[in-house]
T-cell receptor, first 113, second 115 residues
């Protein structure tokens, strides 16, 4: 089955700096890669996703890149703000199996002001 | 308002006492899933359902049961809870149909403590 590894487990950045979180996956059949943000005491919420026919996707300060050959994908947050502090999860899925997601272990991002 | 609801939100129980956590969604989603969240382990799928009367095991199904008798509801049953099932549980729903969003919508979570 699919296995997703996520690094780093914790990340501290200064406000205004960039943050990068990296994930690798094992199943070459995976074709959908979402990123979820979970604030303290809240439910995970989708912030950005990418499908396997796309190499990069950007939404304001957030971008995701995908390298299918190397089986890794990354989340990039630019101009970090204190409200970006949260736990971020990457996930991988083979869409045809009904959105069965396998999640990484999560990254705690702290943005220091 | 489109949402996924779970009840109860918090539960403290004792070993062996059967319990059910309910999950309901109002988005007419075909796909529903249960996850448990533990520190350092992320979200691990317990069971999922692709439609009414269709359920399958996820990555950590031992000690859990589910049922999907109606499209909107997907209860999680712990027949004989044990302390290692102390965790934060999330229900989620999505639609796997072509043209729909891939997003999984999560419920607010249920914090379960088994003593």
């Amino acid at each position: 089955g699919e296995n997703v590894e996520q690094h780093p487990s914790t990340l501290s950045v200064q406000e205004g700096d960039s943050a990068v979180i990296k994930c690798t996956y094992s199943d070459s059949a995976s074709n959908y890669f979402p990123w979820y943000k979970q604030e303290l005491g809240k439910r995970p919420q989708l912030i950005i996703d990418i499908r396997s026919n796309v190499g990069e996707k950007k939404d304001q300060r957030i971008a995701v890149t995908l390298n299918k050959t190397a089986k890794h994908f990354s989340l990039h947050i630019t101009e970090t703000q204190p409200e970006d502090s949260a736990v971020y999860f990457c996930a991988a899925s083979w869409r045809e199996y009904g959105n069965k997601l396998v999640f990484g272990a999560g990254t705690i991002l702290r943005v220091k002001s | 308002e489109a949402q996924v609801t779970q009840n109860p939100r918090y539960l403290i129980t004792v070993t062996g006492k059967k319990l059910t956590v309910t999950c309901s969604q109002n988005m007419n989603h075909e796909y529903m899933s249960w996850y448990r969240q533990d520190p350092g382990l992320g979200l691990r799928q317990i069971y999922y359902s692709m439609n009414v009367e269709v359920t399958d095991k996820g990555d950590v199904p031992e000690g859990y049961k589910v049922s999907r008798k109606e499209k909107r509801n997907f209860p999680l049953i712990l027949e004989s809870p044990s302390p290692n099932q102390t965790s934060l549980y999330f229900c989620a729903s999505s639609s796997p149909l072509a043209g729909s969003s891939y997003e999984q919508y999560f419920g607010p979570g249920t914090r379960l403590t088994v003593t």
